[in-house]
């Protein structure tokens, strides 16, 4: 299996602040990488596809990076209603999601 | 648009065999590249994929669930089914059925709101 890790498992932020979490692979998964945003009691929903591409009617303040065995989400203005858990997600083989990052507003 | 709803039992007991049921709309399982996947979610942990099953049948599943998993699809019904067998309290979660995208790039892009089961005798 692909292990995926992320970090941090957790992170408090103000709003207006930049916000970056990182996901590692334990082996290539080329760009098959895909990030979701779970708010608590919901469903997930996606974000970034292919490590980089916006989903339709994601705000651009969210945004990917990263091939290979290193990721990153980053959130360019932390907004209040960017709460949540914050999930990534390998779909190269046998697909696996990583532990989660929650993130908080201060 | 897309909508899926998962359907099944609420309660299980240890050893009998969950069946849950993922009746969708908005798309066809007979169109190249789409799919529908099965994910679970422990309560306060991390969502786990379970398996996946394609427009051509194929299925795939998670290698250390394979052994009690089948999913299956009713193309004319609209519903993909998951089966898993010898449950345990530990497979206590909230499943989601949800779409994969037909890109290149698997992903979820719709999803289910999610049944809760409970193992318990």
């Known amino acids: 299996d692909i292990q995926v890790t992320q970090s941090p498992s957790s992170l408090s932020a103000s709003v207006g602040d930049r916000v970056t979490i990182s996901c590692r692979t334990s082996q290539s998964v080329d760009n098959y990488l895909n990030w979701y945003q779970q708010i608590p009691g919901k469903a997930p929903t996606v974000l970034i596809y292919?490590?980089?591409t916006l989903q339709s009617g994601v705000p651009s303040r969210f945004s990917g990076s990263g091939s290979g065995t290193d990721f990153t989400l980053t959130i360019s203005s932390l907004q209040p209603e960017d709460f949540g858990t914050y999930y990534c997600?390998?779909?190269?083989?046998?697909?696996?999601f990583g532990q989660g990052t929650k993130v908080e507003i201060k | 648009q897309i909508t899926l709803r998962e359907s099944g039992p609420t309660l299980v007991k240890p050893t009998q065999t969950l069946t849950l049921t993922c009746t969708f709309s908005g798309f066809s399982l007979t169109t190249t590249g789409v799919g529908v996947g099965w994910i679970r979610q422990p309560p306060g942990k991390a969502l786990e994929w379970l398996a996946n099953i394609y427009w051509d049948d194929d299925q795939r599943y998670k290698p250390s669930l394979s052994s009690r998993l089948t999913i299956t699809k009713d193309t004319s019904q609209n519903q993909v089914v998951l089966t898993m067998r010898d449950v345990d309290l530990v497979d206590t979660a909230t499943y989601y059925c949800?779409?994969?995208?037909?890109?290149?790039?698997?992903?979820?892009?719709?999803w289910g709101q999610g049944v809760l089961v409970t193992v318990s005798s």
């Open positions: 292919a490590a980089s």
């Open positions: 949800a779409h994969r995208s037909p890109y290149d790039v698997g992903f979820f892009d719709s």
């Open positions: 997600h390998q779909s190269y083989t046998d697909w696996s």
